[in-house]
């Protein structure tokens, strides 16, 4: 079965400091890998996604996240976070067959002036 | 992408009333959509998949006679939440499916609030 788990629940930086969130997965097919961000009430909207090819996808708003196979990890990374940047970031891996998602637990990412 | 649209955005109602909530695709044809509930500061959950022309498959422990989920276009999926009580009040999403390795396309979601 797949699963994702996203370390730390809460992240909080400076504005213009490197974010870093967290996300490791476990499954037994290539996995399709996604990230997700939601702003207070309202749906998710995509960053970036990774299903085949180069291991290193760049997405909107300047993140971009790096599938690393042997260490089952797709971490999700911006040089310089913004005040706009804070929101729930969501970690998933895709059920190829029937597009299912999992989804982890979510970060609450905190920018501070 | 898809555009999802998601309507309404946000509901108030008396317990014992049906809410229906409607998911479309304006610009997709969507044989599968879904449709998630989202508890505050949780993750979301999946309550079931939504079939174009078929009955929708519910997860474990979702009721499908309390959320009746309608598909009977390529562009719009329902979901009716009979005789609502305040343990139904959460905030529920929907999304397309564009097929398969691509992601999936959400709705701003439906606050749900019972009284």
């Known amino acids: 079965a797949q699963s994702v788990t996203q370390l730390g629940s809460h992240v909080s930086v400076s504005e213009g400091a490197l974010v870093l969130l967290r996300c490791n997965y476990s499954s037994s097919v290539p996995p399709y890998l996604f990230w997700y961000v939601q702003y207070p009430n309202q749906g998710l909207q995509l960053l970036l996604k990774y299903t085949t090819g180069a291991t290193l996808v760049k997405g909107i708003n300047g993140f971009e996240a790096e599938f690393k196979k042997s260490e089952t990890s797709f971490h999700l990374t911006k040089p310089s976070a913004h005040m706009s940047d804070a929101a729930e970031y969501f970690c998933a891996v895709s059920e190829s067959n029937t597009g299912k998602l999992i989804f982890g637990q979510g970060t609450t990412l905190q920018v501070k002036p | 992408g898809a555009v999802v649209s998601q309507h309404p955005s946000r509901v108030i109602c008396k317990s014992g009333t049906s809410v229906k909530i409607e998911c479309r695709s304006l610009?997709?044809?969507?044989?599968?959509m879904f449709w998630y509930r989202q508890f505050p500061k949780q993750s979301l959950m999946l309550m079931a998949t939504s079939n174009e022309g078929s009955k929708a498959t519910y997860e474990q422990g979702v009721e499908k006679d309390k959320f009746l989920i309608n598909h009977a276009s390529l562009t719009l999926s329902t979901l009716t939440v009979t005789s609502a009580h305040p343990e139904d009040s959460s905030f529920y999403i929907c999304s397309v499916w564009t097929g398969s390795n691509q992601p999936q396309h959400f709705g701003d979601g439906t606050r749900l609030s019972i009284l």
């Open positions: 610009d997709f044809q969507a044989t599968t």
